[in-house]
């Protein structure tokens, strides 16, 4: 059997059809039951050159037969980390929601573009739906909102608005429009995405101002104002804040009524990136990290993140309706025709720099409606649970673990291991130095054993170190227990 077997090639395809879809979701389905038994790896490591030679990866001349496609399929996962496993910690979007993945098969099925009603009406209208209300959890009464293709764009959108608010003529004129230097101000440990969009903008990274954090990583208001009131001074134009909430190393929560206030005293934009900590306004205990959200101007947030949607899903709102759609519109005739059969302000693709857009929404609302707001509690809450209880799993090894903050605001717990040769060393910049050499090398026999996987970098004056994150349901108290036996079983001899 070929593809030519299958419909839409073969009218009479139903039967085989279904036999091949079947055995897809069979394969699939057993690669979930294996990412969430603990027995399993969670990664079967090969250097790029071995897994070349292991995997038949060439586009063949004439077809391969569907047998042969099954094979792939099942070679394709054999070799995929599993970033659901309990322990996979490795980055900030791990876990394997089965509803929302289910509502990412469906999407697929449905296989639409979300720039028009005309083609996808019901995700559209989700769209709408989910957007709102994730809108009143931030605390906007009116606004917009779009699904953007991750945080970096989403952040890339506050951006373009907030430019085209104070310079409306730049669409039309571009720089021409302007009266100086446009510059932005974000923490030196915000995401580097803010400066790619500086790039991209045409302001340059130069003026991307990034403003000096304080011991646990939060911009200092202080700071701030000194640098807005520094480049005024300079001749440059101020005209876009961005504020933090769950910085993507530390953690750290901006404090975003002060950061509010300078805004408001400068006149200026002011955004807060979400990406990674937005999940917290879904817990009432949770949720005082961003007192003061409500008066930003735009938010990112991702829903891949803490909230555990299947990626790609992120989201960026806005205050004031309008703005998207007369900062990006360009009236394409073919597309967005004005005298269509329906209220065409559904038709969402004209508000983006992006032609098409994937649906992303579909498998946020099914988890959502699965979950309900108080099932998202209780997911937000048990993430802070589990990593209280590293954190205090951590503590009391001090002789094996050393925390780089003492009090993580977020899921993120960051350490160096202490092999043992160093346990008895004196502090200083020789130990400081070797700190950072084994973490890399621990790191390595990680993904050799396949055991346990946790991200690590340097940051600051600070050699590299271990950031483990939290953000899937699938973590219990035996993982955290086990990951800590691990890396010592792992790094002792290191
Ligand atoms: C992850 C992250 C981003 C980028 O999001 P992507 O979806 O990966 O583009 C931006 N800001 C923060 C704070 C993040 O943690």
Redesign the pocket.
């Known amino acids: 059997m070929i593809y030519k077997d299958l419909l839409p090639m073969n009218m009479d395809g139903n039967a085989p059809t279904k036999e091949f879809l079947r055995r897809v979701a069979d394969v699939c389905i057993e690669y979930v039951q294996h990412t969430f038994d603990r027995n399993s790896k969670i990664l079967d490591f090969h250097q790029p050159e071995q897994l070349k030679d292991v995997l038949d990866l060439e586009i063949p001349h004439k077809p391969l037969n569907l047998d042969q496609l099954l094979v792939d399929c099942k070679d394709a996962l054999k070799y995929q980390v599993k970033t659901g496993h309990p322990r996979f910690m490795n980055q ?1 979007s791990c876990g394997l929601e089965v509803v929302s993945l289910a509502g990412e098969w469906l999407t697929a099925a449905a296989n639409t573009n979300m720039f028009t009603y005309e083609i996808a009406p019901v995700f559209i209208l989700m769209e709408n739906v989910t957007m709102a209300h994730m809108r009143k959890i931030i605390g906007y009464k009116y606004g917009d909102s779009i699904l953007a293709p ?4 989403s ?1 890339l959108y506050a951006a373009l608005a907030a430019r085209h608010k104070m310079f409306p003529q730049y669409k039309e004129r571009g720089l021409f429009a302007l009266p100086g230097e446009l510059c932005l101000f974000t923490s030196m440990h915000s ?1 580097y ?1 803010m400066k790619g969009a500086a790039a991209a903008m045409g302001l340059g990274t130069n003026n991307c101002i990034e403003v000096p954090v304080d011991a646990r990583g939060r911009m200092i208001p202080a700071e701030l104002d000194r640098l807005i009131q520094e480049s005024k001074a300079k001749g440059k134009v101020p005209f876009f804040v961005c504020a ?1 909430a ?3 190393v530390f953690g750290a929560f901006d404090p975003l009524n002060e950061v509010a206030d300078i805004c408001q005293k400068h006149k200026l934009w002011f955004h807060v ?1 979400a ?2 900590g937005g999940g917290v306004l879904l817990s009432k205990n949770l949720r005082h990290k961003m007192a003061g959200v409500e008066r930003s101007d735009s938010v ?1 947030w ?1 829903p891949h ?1 803490l909230m555990g949607v299947l990626l ?1 899903c ?1 989201t960026i709102h806005f205050k004031e309706d309008g703005l998207l759609i007369s900062c990006n519109q360009m009236c394409a005739d073919y597309l967005f025709q004005q005298d269509k059969p329906y209220d065409v302000n559904y038709d969402t693709g004209d508000k983006v720099i992006q032609c098409g857009r994937h649906n992303d929404i579909f498998k946020l609302w099914l988890l959502w409606r699965s979950k309900g707001d108080e099932g998202f509690e209780k997911h937000m809450d048990y993430l802070w649970e589990m990593t209280e209880y590293l954190v205090q799993k951590l503590k009391s090894q001090s002789d094996k673990f050393e925390m780089v903050l003492e009090e993580p605001e977020c899921t993120n717990v960051s350490f160096w291991y202490i092999p043992h040769r160093l346990r008895t060393m004196k502090q200083g910049p020789e130990r400081h130095k070797l700190l950072g050499e084994v973490q890399p090398l621990l790191k390595g026999r990680m993904m050799t054993a396949g055991t346990l996987m946790i991200g690590y970098q340097p940051e600051d004056e600070y050699p590299n170190f271990f950031r483990n994150i939290i953000s899937s349901q699938a973590v219990n108290k035996d993982d955290i227990d086990f990951m800590i036996e691990e890396l010592d079983r792992l790094g002792y001899d290191l």
């Open positions: 900030l991750g945080g970096s764009i952040n995401h995405s933090t769950g910085t993507t990136d990406a990674w990112t991702n993140k790609q992120s």
